[in-house]
């Protein structure tokens, strides 16, 4: 398989600034701010790339000086990456089992009953222009898909994820130590639910993964053991067993829906790790230092171990690199495949909401 490199253009949302006349450029996104340094012969250059995106004024001429740019900056969810012409995998991937997505109601009453998860009446993603950027000649490219669901998980993420109201809650319980602990057990509950059944979920996908078997495997391997870390910061909060405190709805669903999509479509398999494997680009743990700030520094301390192994093992663009041996893929499973990240996506929201619920009922 011939090598190709890849080609990049800026996700509407991005915005460069440089200030002065030093070489530091400040990357933003309204999920994601940064900053860059730039080499002092490459100023100009990159002015220039910084007027055009700032002020939209693009085109096709415009595709290899933004590769240039923005290839440095591939590790960060800032830019599409163009479809090729050649350089594709053997791989083909198609629908063997067709799932009723006529609304994501439908979609998830099809994958499983009884479980209270609220979903929505509608989808929102636009597959006509996803399929219209990432269209080749003998299909659509898996890897373009792949970025524009990512942005359109993060657009999603900025309206509806309580994440943040979440830990805001929680912070504001500290004053009881009782409540603190057994508000944040939930929450971690949560999370080492979801590590307990990534074995299996990720397993899901290797029928179906033909050449990037290997790939998946060993994400596999890095993932194991992640459930025993939650465990002890469970125990340092008190909880033995974990199954003492309930599992929400969401999460049951979560894994439930992640699972089904690993089983039967690969490029949905890819999207969906790639939501779990976003990173907060933070030094700490978010969770990690709202225990330690309520004196929990034990179980404050796993989480941390948990971002650390996580961070080291730059698992960030992993899903990524599942789609390497990918051929062009039809549009009836580029659909399929975006149907399935949306309601991924969806139920991840769900989370943070329940959890908070939950706390606010009791």
Known sequence: MKSIARRFWPYDELSLTREGANSEVKIA???????VEVDP???????KIIVKINSGNMGTND?????????SLAKF????????????GIDVHTVTEKTDFSNPQQAFTSIMTGNQTEIPENWTWDHDAALGLSRTQKGFDAETLFTIARRYHLLNDIENNKTGDLLEYVKNLRTNTQKFKDASALIVRQNHYVTEKCDSTLRAALPISQNSYSNVMEFIRAESGHDNILRKALKSLGVEPPESIPTLDAVIALMTVFK?????????????????E???????????SLLADGGEEKASHQLEIHRQINDEGEHENVALGFLSSMAPVSEEYSRQALYFAELATL?????SAQTLNRLKSK
């Open 29 to 35: 996104t309204p999920w994601l701010t940064f900053s």
């Open 41 to 47: 012969s490459h100023l100009d250059r990159t002015e």
């Open 63 to 71: 595709i290899g000086e933004m590769s240039w740019f923005l290839s």
């Open 77 to 88: 969810p800032v830019a599409y990456i163009l479809p090729r012409g050649e350089g594709f």
């Open 260 to 276: 089904f999509a690993a089983e039967r479509n690969f490029l949905a398999f890819a999207m969906i790790v790639d939501i779990f």
């Open 278 to 288: 976003r990173t907060s680009y933070q030094e700490t743990d978010p969770m990690a």
């Open 347 to 351: 139920i991840v929201h769900q989370v």
